[in-house]
């Protein structure tokens, strides 16, 4: 560990905990403070906390910031209900993926109203530079990237909205799933969102930097009798792979378009224009691309990022990620194939290290939560 990597707000609470610091997109973050196992189930059992303070928080005022959102963004922002949050990308001319983001449109304490962008760590300084590029003075947009001022932490399980409760003054039941709002968190102004990328219920908090520590300590001792654990970059891999949600430089990049993804819904054409929009109106129709697919295996042997895919000992496709799941007990993995190896239930190969072994297109998500 160098001291030229960032530091989030928490990083001495994690150290003070034994946590494995690494390099993640010029960060010092949280690999695993037990084991990634063990996190894991505890997220899926109880309550799991993440820093995630290391992503990126750009927020946009001003009476255009809707419209120069909806230029920069693939799904509408323009009519965004107050309150909500999308789901969205961010792409070049030629149609690949820059990021995947989330959208936010919320109003602070005075009813003033702005929007939010979080984006992905590995991305910030692009995604900077790419607003910059499209800003000006016309728009009547103020841009501020409040990343370094702000800490971001998410708390994740089927007890986590009891763990957070206590200590928030919005009643969190009532918040329906990507919906978020400013709130006062142990006295201290913030954002609450019902958001996550775990598969699990639960909440994202946006608060000052000065204020992590307390919150996170005051988290910690509420949750005490819940099973509540710190949780590290390792389980958040593992747990987000279950759920099939897509992660930057694996199955996202500048040279994977949005419907190649199965991100189809995340861009809307209707009565609006955004950068990339005529290309990515052609690749819509285009049948021949690769596409995401979920694999599971037949044998204990993980497949890893890269390792080629065939079908009949022909190369038809390659791991984005792979894992072996926790919750499922088995390896799974997400590649990109070609359509005729994309069909469900299609036997296919994964050479891992020079042998065959067996997997079987399935259904995504891997892993669902069950419905209350």
């Not at 109880?46 to 230029?71: N, P, Q, T, Y």
């Not at 998410?154 to 400013?182: E, I």
């Not at 792979?241 to 991100?263: K, N, R, V």
Request: proline share 4%; net charge negative.
């Amino acid at each position: 560990m160098t001291d030229s990597l960032a530091r989030t707000p928490l990083y001495d609470w994690h150290v003070a905990r034994n946590a494995r610091m690494v390099d993640f997109a010029g960060w010092s973050m949280p690999v695993q403070y037990s084991s990634i196992v063990e996190e894991h189930h505890a997220t899926r059992k109880a309550v799991g906390v993440f820093d995630i303070s290391h992503m990126g928080r750009l927020r946009f005022d001003g009476a255009g910031a809707d419209k120069f959102l909806d230029r920069l963004l693939t799904r509408r922002v323009i009519g965004i209900e107050q309150g909500l949050i999308r789901y969205s990308l961010v792409t070049n001319q030629a149609g690949g993926i820059l990021d995947d983001v989330l959208v936010y449109h919320l109003a602070d304490a005075s009813g003033t109203p702005f929007h939010l962008l979080v984006v992905n760590a590995s991305n910030r300084a692009k995604i900077v530079a790419w607003v910059e590029q499209h800003l000006t003075a016309a728009d009547d947009v103020k841009f501020r990237d409040q990343t370094t001022d702000t800490a971001m932490i998410a708390v994740q399980g089927p007890r986590a909205l009891d763990a957070l409760q206590p200590l928030v003054d919005v009643q969190l039941s009532d918040m329906k799933y990507y919906s978020g709002q400013v709130a006062n968190i142990v006295g201290h102004a913030g954002i609450v969102s019902r958001t996550g990328y775990t598969g699990e219920d639960g909440c994202e908090l946006i608060v000052a930097a000065e204020a992590a520590h307390a919150i996170v300590e005051r988290l910690f001792v509420n949750g005490d009798s819940l099973g509540i654990r710190p949780v590290g970059l390792g389980a958040r891999d593992t747990l987000r792979l279950e759920a099939a949600m897509p992660l930057y430089g694996h199955e996202l990049s500048e040279t994977i378009d949005p419907f190649q993804a199965g991100l189809g819904f995340a861009v809307q054409f209707k009565d609006r224009d955004f950068i990339g929009a005529t290309a990515l109106k052609e690749l819509k129709i285009r049948p021949n691309q690769p596409v995401r697919v979920g694999l599971e295996m037949t044998s204990k042997r993980v497949p890893r990022e890269h390792y080629p895919v065939l079908a009949g000992g022909e190369a038809v496709g390659e791991i984005t990620s792979g894992t072996f799941s926790p919750t499922l007990e088995r390896p799974i993995a997400m590649a990109y194939v070609q359509p005729k190896a994309a069909e469900l239930g299609t036997e296919l190969t994964v050479d891992i290290r020079g042998r065959a072994e067996v997997a079987r297109v399935v259904t995504l998500p891997f892993y669902q939560r069950e419905s209350k």
